[in-house]
């Protein structure tokens, strides 16, 4: 993530903190990152320099307001006059972690080499908020490299307990014991 996303996707967090409307602008944002994504054409003609920057920001208006906050449409209207509206995803990014912290939740990545059940996943939510303290969102992903077991990956620690990592271990072991 770069300066200038942490820079601007946290004072637009602090300013709808401020006004109390970080969970709609935090949804909001998503749905317009999620938007540009599916449509990189769009996205492509709201960074063309050849295109004046009021007209720009003109085709933001027209297509946004009164669709989102108007503190997210100013903002997006900043990023696109800045010619910076590709680093919308990593000024969401930086808003989510403050929106994370300030409402004690913390994000957790469940990786298992089958889908974990719907009971599972809650039942791995509820300990690890009762271990944590906080509310834990978590994402659940499967990799079938993983052989067997969970990989949990929280607050930047893994945890690894996976067949994967418990044979790479034991093969460390062998190749390392004195024969």
Do not use: W
């Not at 401020?18 to 998503?30: K, V």
């Not at 003609?45 to 007209?55: D, G, I, M, R, V």
């Not at 908020?129 to 659940?140: F, M, P, R, S, Y």
């Amino acid at each position: 993530m770069t300066e200038f996303a942490k820079m601007y996707g946290g004072s637009l967090y602090e300013l709808a903190a401020e006004e109390g409307a970080d969970e709609r602008i935090l949804t909001e944002l998503d749905q317009c990152r999620a938007l540009l994504v599916e449509n990189p054409d769009y996205l492509r003609l709201l960074s063309t320099p050849s295109l004046p920057k009021k007209e720009r920001c003109g085709l933001l208006d027209e297509a946004l307001r009164g669709e989102v906050h108007p503190y997210l449409l100013n903002f997006l209207k900043i990023l696109c006059e800045r010619g910076q509206l590709r680093q919308l995803g990593d000024c969401a990014r930086a808003f989510r972690l403050r929106y994370n912290a300030d409402h004690g939740i913390l994000e957790a990545t469940a990786v298992s080499a089958v889908a974990l059940t719907a009971d599972q996943a809650a039942r791995l939510r509820q300990k690890l908020e009762a271990v944590t303290g906080k509310t834990i969102d978590l994402q659940c992903r499967v990799d079938p490299g993983v052989l067997g077991g969970i990989r949990l990956d929280m607050d930047g620690a893994e945890l690894d307990g996976t067949v994967k990592n418990r044979l790479s271990g034991l093969r460390t072991s062998i190749a390392s014991a004195a024969l």
